[in-house]
């Protein structure tokens, strides 16, 4: 078996809330490189030897690095795209915590980029959906068709959190609907809204690299800017994108992680109709019943809970 060698850069503050990020998105066998522990364990080990090798401590100096491993397979480049999703975020909201920046060994950027397509194929999806990479044929047999390049964003259609959303959005979705994407990424939940017969969708996700792949998806589809808009920015902190995507949405769905469904309950109640449903994933098992908890406190009325191969989602009222 293959495997992807990956590193994040942070800070001596940043490697346990980076640690702990990792492991909500599944993430394990986490390697720790840092500096001060490092020298920590140099000064209370002296007496078991006479001297340190400079070449070691010269790789050690100002480094806080937690490195791990995912298969070269369709599972760990989902997991990986999982993971730059939730560390968009998060860098936004911990400047302290140094770059953050995430690579992976020996790779070129083209193969991270490509090497994933060969594990991606189409894939039917509860009743009625089937998604197709663009770059693949198939035979829908009767089941509505989702053409979608996702790219280097996260949305394939592969991963249960994503399953668990289209599967939810196949019952939801009549004729007429408006639907609200927050952290669109691909585009393809909304995009599978307006294919099952929701009549106007808006995306939006903190990722500006989205709005250009949405729109592409989109037009993929046969569906153009008259029916679907997406948009980049923080829908908690940005008035303006809080302005132009309105309210009163008869669905909002939020496949994101826990914390940041946590932090949207509150806005997701005031941005769907008082009838409306509000349907997120992308929350681990063990974490499911501290977001119910969240939901709840938000105001909201849990009508349903699934989950999927570790990973929970939440359809509310």
């Known amino acids: ?38 020298t920590d364990f140099l000064e209370q080990n002296r007496q078991y030897w006479d001297y340190v090798d400079e ?21 760990g ?8 999703i939730a560390l968009q975020p998060f860098k936004e909201a911990h400047p302290a915590f140094g770059p953050l920046l995430l690579t ?17 194929k189409p894939m039917e999806i509860g009743e009625r959906l089937i998604v197709i990479p663009e770059w693949e044929e198939a035979d829908a047999a009767g089941r509505v068709a989702l053409r979608l390049n996702p790219g280097l964003i996260f949305g394939t259609g592969s991963h249960a959190t994503t399953r668990l959303c289209l599967t939810a959005l196949e ?36 990722d500006d690299k989205a709005v250009k792949v949405a729109y592409e998806n989109a037009a993929l589809n ?28 008869d669905i909002v769905v939020a496949n994101i992680v826990a914390d940041v469904i946590l932090a949207l309950a509150p806005a997701a109640r005031r941005l ?17 019943e501290e977001v119910r908890t969240g939901l709840e406190r938000a105001g909201l009325t849990v009508l349903e809970e699934n989950r999927s191969e570790g990973w929970a989602s939440f359809l509310c009222r």
């Open 77 to 84: 480049y989902t997991t990986l795209a999982y993971v730059r």
């Open 222 to 249: 046969g569906i153009g800017p008259d029916r679907y808009t997406v948009r980049a920015g923080d829908v908690l902190g940005d008035a303006g994108l809080q302005k132009d995507m309105g309210s009163g949405y």
């Open 104 to 120: 992976m060994e020996n790779v070129e950027d083209a193969d991270w980029e490509n090497n994933w397509k060969a594990f991606y």
């Open 1 to 38: 078996m293959k495997w992807l060698q990956l590193h994040i850069d942070t800070t001596p503050a940043g490697i346990e809330p980076v640690s702990d990020l990792l492991r909500d998105q599944g993430v394990e066998g986490l390697v720790i490189e840092d500096e001060g522990e490092f």
């Open 171 to 206: 019952k939801l979705v009549r004729p007429g609907m408006r639907v609200l994407d927050l952290g669109c990424g691909s585009g393809i939940l909304s995009i599978a809204a307006l294919l099952l017969g929701a009549e106007r969708a808006y995306g939006c996700d903190i």
């Open 272 to 288: 769907k109709k008082p009838e409306g449903c509000f349907l997120c994933s992308g929350i681990i098992e063990e974490r499911a």
């Open 55 to 75: 070449d070691l401590r010269r790789s050690m100096a100002g480094k806080s690095r937690i490195t791990f491993y995912l298969e070269d397979s369709e599972a």
